[in-house]
């Protein structure tokens, strides 16, 4: 049997696709790209993980963006971190696509400014709307052990 490495995971499952990156001394190091549904792919994905690594922590991008996708990941990362005893902590998404608009429903999107996350139209034909992204570098202290999804539920 193999010695699993200790390793950090984040998980951004916002919007398709998902992405999973796994960090050695916060250089990341490996990436998965998965563009499934978040309940079908994030399961096969963390398991091959865990046959060669061993979370010292769980990182997620706790929302806005689509509200089952948040809810899977969510659900699927705390129940590894009371199985596993690591600790589970997030951040939102703005931190992983430059703070650019993520969408929401139609040509609505959520959109942080001032600390504030809200829902504006967006005309994508005159705004940059930026990828979700990996960090080559995981900075842990933009995260907290607040990992509550954030479920904005815009009106429609």
Do not use: W
């Not at 049997?1 to 001394?25: A, F, T």
């Amino acid at each position: 049997m193999s010695v699993q490495k200790p390793v950090d995971i984040l998980v951004i499952s916002l919007i398709s696709p998902l992405l999973v990156g796994v960090y050695e001394d916060n250089r990341l190091i490996e990436t998965h790209e998965d563009s499934r549904k978040t309940s079908e792919a994030l399961p096969e994905v963390m398991q091959r993980l865990f046959k060669h690594y061993r979370p010292q922590n769980l990182f997620f991008a706790r929302g806005p963006g689509s509200f089952m996708a948040i809810k899977v990941t969510y659900l699927y990362l705390k129940t590894v971190s009371i199985a596993l005893d690591v600790p589970l902590l997030a951040t939102d998404g703005f931190a992983f696509n430059e703070n650019s608009p993520i969408k929401a429903v139609g040509s609505l999107y959520f959109c942080k400014e001032n600390g504030m996350i809200t829902t504006q139209k967006v005309d994508v034909t005159q705004q940059s709307i930026k990828p979700f992204a990996l960090p080559k570098i995981l900075d842990k202290k933009i995260f907290t052990e607040e990992t509550e999804p954030l479920y904005i539920l815009p009106a429609v």
